[in-house]
């Protein structure tokens, strides 16, 4: 897997809220709640749950990613 930016503190924190709240299902919350960003027409909020996805799916990869030292 790429190597991923994760813009600010808040985007973990919301990352890791909805892995407790949901488990397994958090990428598919963070999913659905970028969708309906988007409907709604707040890009920004979009690209903030899409962030969130992508941090959920990285975080729940049991693969090694980035440099090891």
């Known amino acids: 897997m790429d190597m991923l930016f994760i ?4 985007t973990l924190a919301d990352a890791a809220d909805l892995m407790d709240r949901f488990g397994d299902d958090a990428g598919f919350e963070a999913a659905s709640r ?3 960003s988007r409907d709604a027409g707040n890009l920004l ?17 049991e693969e090694i990613g980035g440099t090891l030292h």
């Open 7 to 10: 813009a600010g503190r808040a």
């Open 34 to 36: 970028a969708e309906t």
């Open 45 to 61: 909020r979009f690209c903030h749950w899409r962030q969130i996805e992508r941090v959920i799916a990285r975080l729940s990869c």
